[in-house]
């Protein structure tokens, strides 16, 4: 029934009366399957958030037990050790006036279905904790299944659209993919509008990828425009395997308007205040500034070695230094991660290595103040050549493919030694543009624990290189006594940064080369990276098929380079599937597109 104006201007009224609502958004980077670390930190943030007078406290999707969890959704000492643990984190409410709204994985409250026993049995669940009890849970509605997400495999969906009323308000309840329902039949907003929900929760593990934040706030925009509703997304942090997650977590009024946005990259506890009457932005709001594509790419992929050493218990890091610039990048990468003592690097200069390549990789290591290594391969590879009498030394002018792969799978082997003396993890040093070709070595230079650029394209390997030449860092990350600092300046905690172009210029200049047989060229086998790269980006991330590719480009590349370069991402999918985790940051990263090794497709 449709209202009267008098019976619209007493709503509006009631409205008015509201007190604002205290909000803390949790932004937490949690580690799966860490009850233990995640609970306390749980408890430590809410207390907190108790003491300055929060009315709600909202964590992200799964952040009791981290996200994604795979197949531990569906063991049941997993399941059951997660529901002690909320049920620990519920008590801890008694007596508080704050609520609780937290991510965790459900199990089914029935027996078994009647489908087949390797069916789902648990939930992607939110709860709702209030005066030291569960006052509610939501099963998510929508699952994806596509890219990176697999979670139809591994949850049961849930059926009940549910609102919580809380001070007055009608509170709408969603999980991550529940507002991403563009594709699906369900409809969980329209659920809660229907049920005149005033303000919509939804709790995300949504991961990071390049142009993902635009595309987040635009659907949110859409979503509180059309609905007439304000819409709180928090959003985890911090990296879960290959995956990132970027956080940004935001507060957006009915009209559309982003009120509150946490910053990127960062975990912490941020508050902010809801008033209906609000029409400006309120004072302790965090709008963080615009990133380059740059600054997030590295953000993000510093982020993720440091959660994959931290979670993992990994301490160290070794990286082959070939004097190129994936190495230098990487190793860039890995001392803004994990510090400079916590990094070596090691040349291992070959039969056809440069002077020019050795003093690189030097300068570089000098710079950044890590330790540095020399261990020639050139006597273990006479030796292997010489030992069957395979071919006569000195080596012939043209190696043959054996020969040049035989180079790179003894530095593998000298790295993986190291690994194992020193108690080092190998950073592998390729790009996804050679991944992509094949340009790359089993059990040579794809050997090691974590790929950090394996899903950078070699343009941007380029572009973040000069980035972080230009970019202030924290100078804990760098002797003050290392060259000659350009520029210094203090952020409002006082902490001091400093500029430094700690990649060598000739690092930035030279041709790329593998170095594996005489003045080789990477365009000796492959097209210049500029063009290369252009063909890549619409197979891979824009999934167009040959021919349309082909007429895209038909005016700047030629059908047969296009041909060729597809035909050989296709047939090297067999060396992808061997690499170690990929760190993702394209929005189709290797994991997400899923293609069978065997396959006789073309196009």
Known sequence: MALTSSAKRIFNVSQDMKSPLKIAVAQMNPTVGDYAGNTAKILAWIAEAERKGTDLIVFPEAALCGYPVWDLANKKQFLVEGMKCLEKIAASTRNKKIAVVL????????????????????????????????????????????????????????????????????????????????????????????????????????????????????????????????????????????????????FMDGKGRILFQAPAFEEGLFFCEWNERA????????????????SEIYQALVMGVRDYFRKNGFKKAVIGLSGG????????????????????????????????SWKDSEALAKNLGIEFETRPIKNMYKTFLDRDKLVPFPVPRSPNLAMENLQARLRGLELMYLSNSESRLVLTTGNKSELAMGYCTLYGDMAGGIAVIGDVYKTDVYELAHYRNTVPMPINFLEEEIGAVQTTLRDKKRKVWTVKKVIPEATLTKAPSAELRPNQ???????????????????????????????????????????????????????????PPILRVTEKAWFGRRMPITNRFQG
Request: proline share 5%.
């Open 325 to 356: 610039i994936d190495s230098a990048l990487v190793a860039a990468i890995a001392v803004d991660a994990l510090g400079k003592d916590a990094v070596k690097g090691v040349t291992m200069p070959g039969p056809f290595s440069s002077v020019g």
């Open 279 to 294: 029409r400006h932005l309120p004072s302790n709001s965090l709008r963080t500034g615009p990133q380059t594509s740059c």
């Open 521 to 579: 060229k990477d365009q000796d086998s492959l097209p210049s990276y500029d063009v290369l790269d252009l063909i890549l980006g619409l197979y891979i991330e824009k999934n167009l098929s040959c021919d349309e590719i082909i007429h895209k480009l038909k005016k700047k590349i030629p059908a047969a380079l296009v041909t060729d370069v597809i035909r050989k991402v296709d047939h090297n999918e067999y060396k992808r599937r061997q690499t």
């Open 103 to 250: 991510g965790f994985i459900d199990s089914r409250k029935k027996g078994p279905d009647r489908q087949a026993m390797s069916a789902p049995f648990s939930f992607n669940a939110l709860a709702w904790l209030e005066k030291g009890k569960i006052r509610t849970i939501y099963h998510k509605q929508l699952l994806p299944t596509y890219d990176v997400f697999l979670e139809e495999i591994f949850f049961k969906a849930g059926s009940e659209t549910k609102i919580v009323p809380f001070k007055g308000r009608k509170v709408g309840l969603t999980i991550c993919e529940d507002i991403w329902d563009e594709h699906y039949e369900v409809k969980p907003l329209a659920g809660l509008a229907k049920k005149k929900a005033e303000l919509i929760l939804n709790i995300s593990a949504s991961p990071y990828y390049q142009g993902v934040a635009g595309a987040r706030e635009r659907l949110l925009k859409v979503h509180a425009r059309g609905y007439g509703i304000p819409v709180l997304y928090v959003n985890q942090v911090g990296g879960q395997d290959d995956l990132l997650f970027d956080g940004r977590s935001l």
